[in-house]
Every structure is written in C-alpha cells, then in structure tokens.
Nanobody
Framework: QVQLVESGGDLVQPGGSLRLSCAAS????????MGWYRQAPGKQRELVAT???????NYADSVKGRFTISRDNAKNTVYLQMNSLKPEDTAVYYC??????????????WGQGTQVTVSS
C-alpha cells in the first residue's frame, strides 16, 4: 500500500506565498516522476509542475517564475513553493507520483488534495 499525503494549503492574500508538501509512504521501492496538479471549481484538473528523480522540472506557463517544485528523495517528499499568488491560483492542489512498489508493480498514485485560496 502507498499513501500520498499533502499539507500546507491555506487562505492567503494576493501577492502572498505558500509552501505545499506531499509525503509518500508505504511499500515504496522507487519513485520516478512527482508532480503537482490543481483543480479549480468548475474546471478540469490541470498540470502545475513536475519533477523527475534526477531533478528535471517542468512548469505550466501560468506559474513559471512564481512557483518552484523540488523534492527530497531521502524523504520521498515533493514540495511546491508558491510565490506572488493570484486569485486565479485558487484551487484544490493534488500531488501525484509514479511509484514502483516492492512487488515490482508500477503505477501512478494521487494524494487527497489540499485547498489553496487566494483572496483579500
């Protein structure tokens, strides 16, 4: 069994910052790509940022220059530093990870989501 648990979501004013964390636990042999997605009310879930096991990153155009994804492989944790937040960043943020477990199966796992609200 594998679990991804996000934390760090909150209510923040426009221009503010937040740091999200997502820790993976369970029967983990290795983790390849990790990423953050978000879903605003009435909209489809969209990619925010991804990071490979080697540290290569990819960002949605809407967050480039404002958000930074990073990971701690020793802790099986991925982070999302969000700066200069805008009201349009309001969404539920989900992390996911491509994980190989000790039985050698490989699949994508999702967290339960954490709410980020940007409002004055």
């Amino acid at each position: 069994q594998v679990q991804l648990v996000e934390s760090g979501g909150d209510l923040v004013q426009p221009g503010g910052s937040l740091r999200l964390s997502c820790a993976a636990s369970g029967s983990i042999f290795s983790i390849a790509r990790m990423g953050w997605y978000r879903q605003a009310p009435g909209k489809q879930r969209e990619l925010v940022a991804t990071i490979t096991s080697g540290g290569t990153t990819n960002y949605a155009d809407s967050v480039k220059g404002r958000f930074t994804i990073s990971r701690d492989n020793a802790k099986n944790t991925v982070y999302l530093q969000m700066n200069s937040l805008k009201p349009e960043d309001t969404a539920v943020y989900y992390c996911n990870a491509d994980i190989r477990t000790f039985d050698m199966s490989f699949k994508t796992y999702w967290g339960q989501g954490t709410q980020v609200t940007v409002s004055s």
